[in-house]
């Protein structure tokens, strides 16, 4: 069939396609590629493993839509939605999905690298295994997001929101995270080696085993933390609050916790040696 022959099939419905789509279900590598889709409603359709590379999606609703194992990359949304679509191993490298509702969306072990989503909405989206690298989510909305084991290194995530979301065993080195809300979180095992943290908001966070190594947590809020077991050594914590965190075990050599808050906080068996306490409020039993 010729491209034409496919839009064409398109704009006949969701049900016509996926009543032809059953009939014909191997349709990997199906090269849709550049394709332009306007104005369509396909809530709901079968593009599992389509090629879509550089596709032009406009106020098209993908909604629950089957995008599992899908080419993507280098494709852009506009005033499209993707709520509760299967994108489970999509190819979504360098994709334009700035501002697009993907919220509970499945994009389990999808590749995002590089991709634009700033100020998306990916709220109770579940990224597990996600490949993240140098992306931009900056401003994005991922309350309730589940990213265990995801890839976003390097990423860029400045004032997005993240609260209540989980990114355990995340890697996270050299990701901006700066004026982000993770409140009620979890990061439990995560890798923020480097990070930038400049008054973040991780209050009442799950942090245990975290590596935090060199990361800038400048006024950042960490108050009500749990801290246990988590490597610190060398992380700038200046004028930082940990005002009931729990830092039993952790590794806080080498530290700087000048002018920081950490009043009521516990420090049961943590490595306190070189690290810098200077002005810092410190817990009455010390």
């Known amino acids: 069939m010729a491209i034409d022959e496919y839009i064409q099939r398109l704009n006949q419905g969701v049900a016509s396609w996926n009543q032809w789509r059953e009939a014909n279900p191997n349709l990997r590598g199906l090269d849709l590629s550049e394709i332009h889709l306007d104005n369509l409603e396909l809530s709901g359709i079968d593009l599992s493993m389509v090629n879509l590379r550089g596709a032009k999606i406009t106020n098209v609703n993908l909604s629950s839509a089957n995008l599992r194992g899908v080419d993507l990359s280098i494709a852009s949304f506009q005033d499209s939605n993707l709520t509760n679509a299967n994108l489970s191993a999509a190819y979504l490298s360098m994709v334009d999905l700035s501002a697009t509702n993907i919220n509970h969306a499945n994009l389990t072990g999808a590749d995002l690298r590089g991709s634009n989503l700033r100020q998306a909405n990916l709220d109770h989206a579940d990224l597990s295994a996600a490949k993240l690298n140098m992306s931009n989510m900056a401003a994005a909305s991922m309350i309730g997001a589940i990213a265990i084991g995801a890839n976003l290194s390097r990423a860029d995530l400045k004032e997005a929101n993240l609260a ?28 923020l080696i480097g990070a ?3 008054e973040i908001d991780l209050s009442e966070s799950n942090m245990s085993r975290i590596n935090l190594i060199g990361a ?27 005002i009931g965190a729990d830092f039993s075990r952790a590794d806080l050599s080498r530290a700087e916790f000048m002018g920081a808050n950490l009043s009521k906080s516990n420090f049961t068996g943590a490595n306190t040696e070189t690290a810098d306490f200077q002005d810092a409020i410190l817990p009455d039993v010390w």
Request: aromatic share 8%; with cysteine; net charge negative.
């Open 164 to 191: 209540g979301s989980d990114f355990s065993r995340a890697n996270m080195s050299e990701t901006d995270l700066s004026y982000s809300n993770l409140n009620v979180s979890t990061l439990v095992g995560a890798d």
């Open 196 to 198: 930038t943290l400049i």
């Open 216 to 242: 800038n947590l400048y006024r950042a809020n960490l108050c009500g933390c749990d801290l246990i077991g988590a490597d610190l050594r060398g992380t700038n914590c200046r004028d930082a609050y940990f």
